[in-house]
């Protein structure tokens, strides 16, 4: 659960303020090469501190199998983690194996550095079972170590990481309560029509509703541009990050309109405006909602608040029938090979040993993390492998081709919170946004 929520939580603080940037990478030469008794030695670093048991074990026995020591070498927490990959990027001391935390141009710098190895020809080498390892891999996964043609990095084109799993963020209802409102369990809402009326079944059984930790704005953000995806495309909603639609729009008033409907239906539970995600998560846990907003990590977080409860996850109930669902999601952590390393081919045969259905499989036991080998689907929990389901509906802003300015995006967030107090209007919110947004495009000039 850790790295999920962070890899969220990190993406769009970044969006923000920078956490940190690359400075001049330009020392030449290998990493030093690492040995044991005569043996080769493989070097992994990150910052997963819920899997580090896992991964000593799957190093165990990889060495079982091909004699190769693998050393997985944990440095919490994530941000102490991505300050020491750039100190050691800067000093040309980086491992064999290890992440990166940080935007695409960050994964850029690195490349162009030469401290990361292109796995395109690794990745569409068949293997001795059929298939590539691409084509193991969910392709909403691979996306966020993938930089195609004419990409405005400057990079060449090709696959430079792999994912170890990959998250999808959506809504979750409780099976039980909806049996104790007479809602059939295995039918949740499709629609917007559907989920209120569903809201209300719920409500004349007086039991509560919504509950998100929308006091952490990215869960706003997720949500709404969700909603606002369905309503009009994702193009239009690029076009208005891009300056040629105004937030006063209708279908930009639409989606502001929802939460004032969820707010005057009373949908959220008390306090849901300020609530950080773990409370909600430990009101969802112990029934006290019969929805939430939270990402896959949630299985291993509510098996550990409560092994019983009976949950669903459900997409975003849909506005616009016409236009798909979008829901953010994605890789949740991906490793990459030091191009620099003495071990670069030994490095890349065990990344992607670490990342076939066996492993995978294993670590999503251990862990409760959903797996980017689609493969392993049919060895992991029921409940998350309903979560992959939806990942052909994933999008996330590090995918989109322009992102929102951060001054826009926060005061579109703060609008919301503002709607589900009874501050401002939805046409207020707009307005104001639209103020925001026009400011900051003459600053960009």
């Known amino acids: 659960m850790h790295s999920f929520k962070k890899f969220y939580e990190l993406t769009l603080l970044r969006r923000f303020a920078a956490i940190f940037v690359l400075t001049a990478m330009f020392f030449a030469g290998c990493a030093p090469a690492q040995q044991s008794h005569g043996k ?11 899997r580090e048991e896992a991964f000593l074990e799957l190093a165990r026995r990889y060495q079982e199998q091909t004699g190769i020591e693998v050393r997985f070498e944990l440095y919490a927490p994530s941000e102490a983690y991505a300050q020491r990959v750039k100190a050691s990027a800067q ?18 710098s690195f490349i162009k550095s030469g401290y990361v190895a292109n796995l395109t020809e690794a990745m569409n080498a068949p293997e001795a079972s059929g298939g590539t390892w691409r084509e193991s891999l969910f392709p909403r996964a691979l996306s966020v170590n993938e930089f195609l043609n004419g990409n405005e990095h400057g990079v060449p084109f090709g696959i430079y990481g792999a994912p170890l799993d990959v998250m999808t963020i959506q809504m979750v209802y409780n099976r039980e309560l909806y049996r104790q409102a007479g809602l059939d369990p295995d039918s949740p809402p499709r629609t917007w029509a559907e989920f209120m009326a569903h809201c209300e079944a719920l409500k004349q059984k007086g039991i509560p509703r919504f509950v998100s930790g929308f006091g952490e704005i990215w869960l706003i953000d997720a949500l709404a541009s969700n909603f606002a995806m ?12 891009a300056g040629k639609v105004p937030y006063t729009d209708p279908d930009w008033v639409r989606t502001l309109a929802l939460f004032k409907e969820m707010t005057d239906a009373k949908v959220f539970v008390d306090g849901a405006v300020t609530m950080v995600n773990k409370t909600a998560e430990q009101t969802f846990a112990n029934s006290r909602a019969a929805y939430a907003f939270n990402g896959s990590w949630c299985v291993n977080v509510y098996a550990g608040m409560n092994p019983t409860l009976d949950y669903a996850p459900m997409l975003p109930p849909l506005v616009n029938e016409t236009n798909p669902p979008r829901i953010w999601g994605g890789a949740g952590s991906s490793l990459v090979v030091n191009g620099r390393s003495a071990h670069v081919e030994e490095a890349i045969k065990f990344l992607r040993w670490f990342t076939a ?16 080998n689609a493969k392993s689907l049919g060895q992991i929990p029921p409940v998350l492998a309903q979560f992959a389901d939806d990942m052909d509906h994933v999008t996330h802003p590090s995918l ?22 009874g501050e401002k209007s939805p046409e207020q919110v707009a307005e104001e946004v639209q103020r925001v947004k026009e400011k900051e495009m003459k600053k960009q000039g």
């Open 40 to 50: 080769t030695v493989i070097t992994v670093w990150h910052w997963m501190s819920d």
């Open 91 to 108: 000093t040309n001391k980086l491992p064999d194996v290890f992440g990166i935390l940080g935007e695409k141009r960050d994964f850029a």
């Open 230 to 241: 369905n309503i009009m495309g994702e193009q239009k909603v690029f076009d208005t990050y």
């Open 357 to 372: 259905e066996s492993q995978q499989a294993y670590l999503c036991e251990k862990t409760l993390n959903l797996p980017s």
């Open 400 to 421: 989109y081709p322009v992102n929102e300015l951060p001054a826009v995006i926060e005061a579109f967030d703060k609008g919301i919170q503002s709607i589900m107090i």
